[in-house]
């Protein structure tokens, strides 16, 4: 994986290094089954990315890069628990910048934190997660940042469904997000590389339109 820069180039470099390492698996005539129910013929780990030194250097500088140039003046990097905690301290660190992360929800023990680490009031924060789906869980860090008096600057992330409705949720709460890949570039890459059928495209591109219903037979 070589070290273009260019958006093209990272998306489909991220696509093709998450399908390498089974961080994403594409299934769409045995399709997985999320734990909201629904049916889907991707399934996506990237956590996996942390076990592959090479490609983990990669991705969490890509981020890093986005950061440096789109957010100068940022103060903080914040993970969204938990999966993206890792991510977020790695980019935090080759950044040189405090980190902090946000729990789902407040502790029911001990000092009831749902932001982990130093928070100062009006700090210039910038959120790593590490996948968008519908972006409630996403929005809701972003939401008790901002109520614990964080100046959210913007989110980085490094694969999106591209849900519709996670868009608008984005743009409704006036979030700037940024992902260094996603879905639609995901099964581009997959067919021209072989790893699903020519026939395999339309079932898959529907699936991004109704996600709550694809695959459940009336």
């Known amino acids: 994986m070589n070290m273009d820069n260019s ?6 470099q991220v696509a093709k290094a998450l399908m390498d390492i089974n961080a994403v698996m594409l299934r769409p005539n045995e399709p997985f089954v999320w734990a909201s129910g629904w049916h889907s013929p991707i399934y996506c780990d990237n956590r996996k990315i942390l ?16 950061i440096l140039k ?43 934190s749902q ?3 130093l928070l100062e009031k009006g700090a210039k924060v910038v ?8 972006g409630k869980s996403s929005l ?14 913007g989110m980085v992330a490094i694969f999106s469904y591209n849900f519709n409705y996670a868009r608008k949720a984005f743009e409704n709460s006036n979030v700037e997000l940024t992902t260094l890949s996603n879905y639609d570039t995901l099964i581009d890459v997959a067919n021209e590389t072989g790893y699903i059928r020519n026939e395999d495209m ?10 709550s219903t694809w695959g459940i037979s009336e």
Do not use: N
């Open 7 to 12: 958006i093209e180039s990272v998306e489909r």
């Open 202 to 211: 339309d079932t898959l591109r529907e699936w991004r339109f109704s996600p």
């Open 140 to 153: 809701a860090a972003v939401d008790a940042l901002g109520k614990a008096g964080a100046d959210v600057m």
């Open 70 to 112: 789109q957010y100068p003046e940022v103060e903080v990097i914040a993970g969204v628990a938990t999966g993206a905690i890792a991510h977020g301290y790695l980019v935090a660190h080759m950044l040189g910048k405090p980190f902090i992360y946000v729990r789902p929800k407040p502790k029911d023990h001990g000092t009831g």
């Open 115 to 117: 932001i982990e680490g």
């Open 127 to 134: 959120v790593v997660e590490d996948l968008i789906s519908t």
């Open 51 to 66: 076990s592959y030194p090479d490609i983990r250097e990669k991705v969490c500088r890509w981020m890093a890069d986005i």
